[in-house]
């Protein structure tokens, strides 16, 4: 099998709310699928990525599959895009101080 | 201060690009001098405990900031971002690359793209950077970053939540 990239699975909108979904509980296919405006095939194309990623796992319960998410393998994505993520946010809050500075310094004159 | 001001942050690694999106509690044209004038740049533009350092900066189409962020202890990394288009208080575009002290760039670098606009007070900047190569855009990550943030599953879900508002 093909190992994908994380991050080629992550860029997807409709594979990270499959993600945020399952990080919630773990999800059969059918309540997956009804959470999406889009086919049945659809989503399990989509799932099926993630599962090469391994991203999310599958367990059988009596008749019926479960996935869930990959809390390790999360991480990984989590520690690049957070500290990315973080840079940007400490970044930004300086920057609102500085407007809030420069408002002020505008309402004096 | 508004609490609730937007922050939409997305890296695409399959096409080399990050997406920036953020609303500031101000009128375009405080937020746009923060920009665009190095004082102010300066300011902000060092995620601390790192600081700005401009040497010198012209700001009109095909003028420089050539600057270095420096860390707590005292180490340069010297970058040079050169304008390739402005439209004053809309647009502007540049070329960033990092450099050292002599001014001399590397190779690859990275195209930023900022974009302003405002409504009832609230000024939103939409920022997209272009890697040239997927190895700059891990060391532009990387840069700086080696002590780390302890990141956490929370953190991620939240970033996801956010992400999946926006469809």
Same mark, same amino acid.
């Given at each position: 099998?093909?190992?994908?990239?994380?991050?080629?699975?992550?860029?997807?909108?409709?594979?990270?709310?499959?993600?945020?979904?399952i990080a919630a509980q773990a999800l059969t296919p059918n309540a997956l699928a009804?959470?999406?405006?889009?086919?049945?095939?659809?989503?399990?194309?989509?799932?099926?990525?993630?599962?090469?990623?391994?991203?999310?796992?599958?367990?059988?319960?009596?008749?019926?599959?479960?996935?869930?998410?990959?809390?390790?393998?999360?991480? !990984?994505?989590? =520690?690049?895009?957070?500290?990315?993520?973080?840079?940007?946010?400490?970044?930004?809050?300086?920057?609102?101080?500085?407007?809030? =500075?420069?408002?002020?310094?505008? =309402? !004096?004159? | 201060?508004?609490?609730?001001? *937007?922050? +939409?942050?997305?890296? +695409?690694?399959?096409?080399?690009?990050?997406?920036?999106? /953020?609303?500031? +509690?101000?009128?375009?044209?405080?937020? @746009?001098?923060?920009?665009? /004038?190095?004082? *102010?740049?300066?300011? @902000?533009?060092?995620?601390?405990?790192?600081?700005?350092? $401009?040497?010198?900066?012209?700001?009109?189409?095909? #003028?420089? /900031?050539?600057?270095?962020?420096?860390?707590?202890?005292?180490?340069?990394?010297?970058?040079?971002?050169?304008?390739?288009?402005?439209?004053?208080?809309?647009?502007?575009?540049?070329?960033?690359?990092?450099?050292?002290?002599d001014e001399n760039p590397e190779p690859?670098?990275?195209?930023?793209?900022?974009?302003?606009?405002?409504?009832? #007070?609230? $000024? $939103?900047?939409?920022?997209?950077?272009?890697?040239?190569?997927?190895?700059?855009?891990? /060391?532009?990550?990387?840069? #700086?970053?080696?002590? #780390?943030?302890?990141? $956490? *599953?929370?953190? *991620?879900?939240?970033?996801?939540?956010?992400?999946?508002?926006?469809?």
């Open positions: 099998m093909m190992k994908r990239d994380i991050f080629q699975a992550i860029a997807d909108p409709t594979r990270r709310a499959i993600l945020v979904l009804e959470e999406f405006d889009m086919t049945r095939q659809a989503v399990s194309k989509h799932i099926k990525v993630l599962k090469e990623c391994d991203l999310i796992s599958q367990k059988q319960e009596g008749r019926e599959i479960y996935y869930q998410l990959k809390i390790e393998k999360m991480k !990984e994505v989590d =520690n690049w895009i957070e500290q990315f993520r973080k840079i940007w946010e400490t970044r930004f809050s300086q920057l609102d101080e500085v407007l809030l =500075n420069l408002k002020k310094q505008q =309402n !004096e004159n | 201060m508004k609490t609730d001001l *937007l922050f +939409d942050f997305i890296v +695409d690694k399959e096409k080399k690009t990050v997406h920036i999106k /953020r609303e500031f +509690d101000a009128p375009i044209d405080l937020v @746009w001098d923060a920009f665009t /004038r190095p004082e *102010l740049l300066d300011q @902000w533009t060092a995620p601390a405990p790192f600081q700005s350092k $401009t040497k010198y900066m012209n700001f009109e189409p095909g #003028g420089k /900031r050539f600057y270095a962020m420096v860390s707590p202890d005292g180490k340069e990394g010297w970058i040079i971002q050169k304008y390739t288009s402005i439209s004053p208080k809309t647009q502007f575009k540049l070329h960033n690359a990092f450099a050292d002290k690859t670098g990275s195209d930023w793209d900022y974009n302003f606009s405002e409504q009832n #007070g609230i $000024t $939103t900047v939409y920022i997209t950077i272009f890697n040239e190569s997927l190895e700059r855009m891990e /060391r532009m990550i990387e840069l #700086g970053f080696k002590e #780390g943030f302890t990141a $956490t *599953l929370k953190n *991620l879900e939240e970033l996801l939540k956010k992400n999946q508002n926006e469809y």
